[in-house]
């Protein structure tokens, strides 16, 4: 049945295949609680906190979330409204007048928790890798944000901004009159009894606290002191699996939020369907799951509370990847569907893929290279080439090794390999056999509209 978990049957055995699976090929370091109406069902911690000093992983070490910080930014906000400091629909020019954007009176705090108020990202900022260091409180981040106009007319669209979330930290500073990092501490953290959380920077004292790492095509590996960003309002605070089902507990209850409140907070209204006030929203198996994820250099966590079941998965990481894939498959476990342990083959993937967003396009396919009986593995190592633009003859090599797989280890259809071949061909010049791939690719697939596309722009060139 749709929304329905699965029997506790083995159910603490096959998670912890799945996580120790994560384990073995080197994509995951950290712990993971699962529980069910706020029961542990499976607590494990796997890898080392701190590779240097060989000090494991254990169910008290303090990590890094990243963005899951932003749902605790959204409670912030909501309890402000609730105590009548703040209206949700206040433009940011009441609580910050000075801020330099001709559209501060339209853009409101909604806005703001939604993604829906043009704000950029301050990552992004000419002066933001050369200021790290002195980025320790709301303000010092402001001059950034202020340089950063916005992209379009608040509630227009939807555009994930680091910046808008930085700027409630501000909000909440001003309508409550504490800092930002006294406010979580007073009134989520003791509320929810959460003793093992803070918004600690990254040089002072912390017992228990992860490093993180990050690996690279050359299978070295780097820590990430000098490279993650400093903790705020959009995230980065420390915590332990077990604080973060504290959090979900008084979620649950109402120490933190009225009802009322609750269903405003996880309701979506703006432009994205899958995004409410500071927290994901989606479904899964007939559940409604709310929650959220985090990632930087050495980061990589996960927050999920499963509406209908009642299971919370808590996935916390110091290593740069592998917690949302392995929170898919806990995801599938529990709720009765097959979940396929990984081995070095998608470790080599995933590895890839992370170095194709770090824009190291060779040094992926060369990973994709080192499974040449993995049909993603071949797939994306093609996908690479053309998309870089490199080893173009190779790519089309590729492609017809992996047409040559059985369509249940396919990860795009041959429609989709075929019009990827017409890309390659196009490339080097030779338009005839773009447009036979084209047009094979539409043979299998007569809706494949970048078939379509690509051959109507061929054929426009060609006249």
């Not at 959220?292 to 209908?308: E, K, L």
């Amino acid at each position: 049945m749709a929304g329905t978990a699965a029997k506790a049957d083995n159910i603490e055995r096959d998670l912890d295949a799945i996580v120790q699976s994560y384990g073995k090929v080197g994509i995951f370091a950290g712990t993971v609680l699962v529980a069910r109406d706020g029961k542990p069902v499976y607590e494990t911690a796997v890898g080392l906190a701190n590779r240097e000093t060989n000090v494991p992983n254990r169910s008290n070490t303090r990590f890094n979330i990243g963005s899951i910080g932003k749902t605790f930014t959204a409670v912030s906000i909501l309890q402000l409204a609730e105590a009548g400091k703040l209206k949700l629909s206040d433009p940011i020019s009441r609580f910050l007048p000075n801020i330099p954007y001709a559209e501060k009176d339209t853009i409101t705090i909604a806005h703001l928790l939604n993604h829906s108020a043009g704000t950029g990202n301050y990552m992004a900022h000419k002066d933001f890798a050369a200021n790290m260091g002195k980025l320790r409180t709301i303000d010092a981040f402001l001059p950034m944000i202020y340089d950063q106009k916005p992209g379009f007319a608040a509630g227009s669209r939807f555009e994930y901004s680091n910046s808008g979330m930085v700027l409630l930290g501000a909000v909440v500073e001003k309508a409550s009159g504490q800092s930002y990092r006294d406010y979580l501490r007073d009134h989520i953290f003791k509320p929810a009894g959460m003793t093992e959380s803070s918004l600690t920077l990254e040089d002072e004292p912390l017992p228990n606290r992860s490093i993180g790492y990050t690996r690279h095509g050359d299978f070295s590996i780097t820590s990430n002191v000098d490279s993650v960003p400093p903790p705020s309002a959009d995230g980065g605070m420390r915590t332990t699996t077990r604080d973060m089902l504290r959090y979900d507990q008084a979620l649950k209850r109402t120490e933190l939020l009225s009802e009322a409140s609750k269903t405003t907070m996880w309701t979506p209204v703006g432009p994205d369907k899958e995004y409410a006030f500071g927290w994901e929203r989606k479904s899964a198996f007939g559940d409604t799951v709310i929650g959220h994820s985090g990632a930087a250099p050495g980061i990589d966590a996960v927050f999920r509370r499963y509406q209908g079941s009642g299971y919370t998965v808590i996935v916390l990481s110091n290593t740069a990847m592998g917690a949302r894939d392995m929170a898919d498959k806990i995801e599938a476990r529990l709720y009765g569907k097959p979940a396929q342990l990984v081995v070095q083959a998608d470790s080599d993937m995933m590895l890839a893929l992370d170095l194709v967003m770090r824009g190291d396009l060779r040094g992926a396919a060369k990973l994709y290279d080192r499974n040449p009986g993995h049909a993603p593995s071949v797939y994306q190592a093609a996908r690479t080439r053309i998309d870089g633009g490199f080893e173009t003859t190779e790519a089309i090599a590729l492609l017809d090794r992996y047409l040559r797989f059985d369509a249940a280890v396919q990860v795009a259809t041959p429609a989709g390999a075929w019009w990827r071949k017409g890309l390659a061909y196009e490339q080097l010049g030779e338009k005839a056999k773009a447009r036979g791939s084209y047009v094979q690719s539409l043979a299998l697939d007569p809706a494949f509209d970048k078939a379509k596309q690509s051959l109507a722009k061929l054929d426009t060139l060609k006249n």
